[in-house]
T-cell receptor, first 113, second 111 residues
Framework: EPEVTQTPSHQVTQMGQEVILRCVPI?????FYWYRQILGQKVEFLVS????????KSEIFDDQFSVERPDGSNFTLKIRSTKLEDSAMYFC???????????FGPGTRLTVL | EDQVTQSPEALRLQEGESSSLNCSYT??????LFWYRQDPGKGPEFLFT???AGEEKEKERLKATLTKKESFLHITAPKPEDSATYLC????????????FGKGTLLTVNP
């Protein structure tokens, strides 16, 4: 069964460093998303991406964040200058069309020291 | 602002003891309600989508139902492997893409 994959599973970085989280969405899906979950809190929407453009973003997704689809399979989230409060699980998701169920990857645990 | 409230926060059941989890929502035009299962340290695993009041979906020991204000996830004769956090999320008319999640219900099924 096709699934969303994410790398790395765990990333440790120093405050102020740049990190790139990678995702491979399900191959026939057209819509891609990033969510985050701070330990013990709700899953929160960050951004959605379709047709090589951001289609929607939350107030969390400020200028420190960017997304890119560098090739036909990968979808990345970049955090330019990490802060302690960026420590969280980051989930990539994808869906066939908008409004349909979103399928989530296993997540990347980001720890900012 | 869309709001999703799940209750109870935690639920302990004995194996075989059926129960229900609740998800109440306040949204500007519901476009879809989604149930997910999340195991510790893992991503949410899709279970069901419900689009309109009165709709029901079933999968093994789980059944999801939807009214105009809430959804229920009924668990019949649960087994220890059903232990997980169950998440409810909504897609509202204010967005084509953003899922708003509840905090989840942590279900523990004891053998």
């Amino acid at each position: 069964e096709p699934e969303v994959t994410q790398t790395p599973s765990h990333q440790v970085t120093q405050m102020g460093q740049e990190v790139i989280l990678r995702c491979v969405p399900i191959s026939n899906h057209l819509y891609f998303y990033w969510y985050r979950q701070i330990l013990g809190q709700k899953v929160e929407f960050l951004v959605s991406f379709y047709n090589n453009e951001i289609s929607e973003k939350s107030e969390i997704f400020d200028d420190q964040f960017s997304v890119e689809r560098p090739d036909g399979s990968n979808f990345t989230l970049k955090i330019r200058s990490t802060k302690l409060e960026d420590s969280a699980m980051y989930f990539c998701a994808s869906s066939v069309i908008q409004g349909n169920e979103q399928f989530f990857g296993p997540g990347t645990r980001l720890t900012v020291l | 602002e869309d709001q999703v409230t799940q209750s109870p926060e935690a639920l302990r059941l004995q194996e075989g003891e059926s129960s229900s989890l609740n998800c109440s929502y306040t949204v500007s035009g519901l476009r879809g309600l989604f149930w997910y299962r999340q195991d510790p340290g893992k991503g949410p695993e899709f279970l069901f989508t419900l689009y309109s009041a009165g709709e029901e979906k079933e999968k093994e020991r789980l059944k999801a139902t939807l009214t105009k204000k809430e959804s229920f996830l009924h668990i019949t004769a649960p087994k220890p492997e059903d232990s997980a956090t169950y998440l409810c999320a909504v897609l509202s008319g204010g967005s084509n893409y953003k899922l708003t999640f509840g905090k989840g219900t942590l279900l523990t099924v004891n053998p």
